[in-house]
């Protein structure tokens, strides 16, 4: 976990991350709800944007909450505590050695954090791991290989490309949510089953223009401006031509298509 | 509409439209239902692929089925009565030029024909103008841009793109699904919606690896593969590694995503 965090650690892009669960959390999350009593580990919980969701959604669960980053621990205790919910618990370990023992969780929740890492299949055998037998493990990915729009435009794409190149240079896999079901089987959870979770905008969808197509995407390509020049992935001139055709897909005859990926696995359970 | 007909009229190509049909028929068609009595033109019906499913989903609708190629008529009247259906009725006709009075259809029903038309925008205000106050009109388009798998192959890529580039020569567009909402807004329809239907494939479903990846999608990337060496578009050896890495993406690891969208819009009443 040496390499770079691609969605660096500004409180700007904090507040798009938040932004983003906001926008997206019925599609995402409203099939997550854990019984009552019942522990789940979140792996790799950030700044807590789904932390909450996840307490509000399951308020007679206990959460522990990992994140290898010891300052987007605090944010995300910060968070979850000014929304009021007492039961999460936060503390800060890299994924790839946990302090719990085997079979210590009932479920396993993890949402955008297998795309930062190089060993995802490594990572999903420890957490599995850490299940109890009939457990259930949850997994939610992005895959910006996703995206596309009208008006079509090289120039768009060649900014998202960056966004890859660097996740990629970073150790990470923008284009991991297409892999969830075989990354999952490999990991020997079983009865996988991954659902795309695609969003699409038109301007009938003036809420997701906004949300989804300005400040949760665009907004997120235009956070890497400078780490891609100074990559040499590409010149300020191109970028800056594909950030545009990338809001001129927010305009009234735009559209805007982009495809999360939630995959549920279980613990194999002993014969 | 002298240009080519991309799919081709062999009887392979019909068989596999069929198929098409038979695997996505819930997917597309199981939230349309016509009132009994209603008057219905299906405008590009093609070989009847979906002609069969919108008579059984409608029993008693009656149908109006037009295309250009008689060849076509004929036998999606065939199949159209040999299913046993008797409530529709088969004419040749020019999409721009149909013989049919403004205002005398209650629904109008397009699939997989706007794809094939360089003026897409002009048929739909064509057919637009053929439906009563009140009525709506159904359109069906697929978006090979959407085509994206695992393991990501730029070879495959290259033989999707050899399709996308075959239709735009004869005039069409292959990229049209992402495009129904401004089209139909275009074209004076009113409160439109359009809902992507994603088809996403990995090999805990086997019924969609075989009829879907490989007898719909790459069978129909497989089809354009002598038209494409003939344009020049791509080289034999490169066009067969395409092929390959698609038949890939079917393997136990491999998954395979693609988008249809579907559009429905309603007539503008008078003021």
Redesign the interface.
């Known amino acids: 976990m040496s390499k770079t965090y691609v969605h660096g650690y500004h409180p700007r892009e904090n507040e798009r991350l938040q932004d983003q669960a906001g926008t997206l959390v019925d599609l995402l999350h409203s099939d997550t709800a854990y019984p009552p009593g019942s522990l789940v580990l979140e792996a790799g919980c950030g700044v807590g944007a789904q932390t909450v969701t996840l307490a509000q959604r399951s308020p007679d669960a206990r959460f522990i909450s990992v994140d290898v980053s010891a300052h987007s621990i605090a944010e995300a205790k910060r968070r979850t505590e000014a929304a009021g919910f007492t039961n999460v618990q936060f503390q800060q370990a890299d994924i790839f050695a946990l302090p719990f023992r085997p079979e210590s969780f009932d479920h396993v929740f993890v949402c955008f954090a297998l795309e930062h890492l190089s060993r995802p299949v490594e990572a999903l055998a420890i957490l599995n791991k850490l299940l109890k037998p009939g457990g259930n493990m949850t997994v939610i990915e992005g895959?910006h290989?996703?995206t596309?729009?009208?008006p079509?435009s090289r120039a768009a794409q060649m900014a998202i490309h960056c966004q890859v190149e660097l996740q990629r240079l970073a150790g990470g896999n923008a284009?991991i949510g297409?892999?969830l079901?075989?990354l999952m089987?490999?990991a020997d959870l079983e009865a996988?089953?991954?659902?795309?979770r695609?969003v699409?905008v038109?301007?009938?969808r003036p809420d997701l223009v906004d949300g989804f197509t300005r400040k949760t995407f665009t907004a997120m390509i235009e956070g890497v401006r400078e780490s891609a020049i100074r990559a040499g992935i590409i010149d300020p001139e191109a970028f800056d031509a594909g950030v545009r055709d990338l809001h001129r897909t927010a305009e009234?005859?735009?559209?805007f298509?982009y495809?999360f990926f939630k995959g549920v696995g279980e613990k194999r359970r002993r014969v």
Do not use: I, K, N
């Open positions: 895959d290989g996703s596309y729009f009208h079509e284009l297409r892999q079901y075989p089987v490999q996988v089953h991954v659902s795309p695609m699409y038109d301007s009938s009234p005859d735009g559209v298509c495809t």
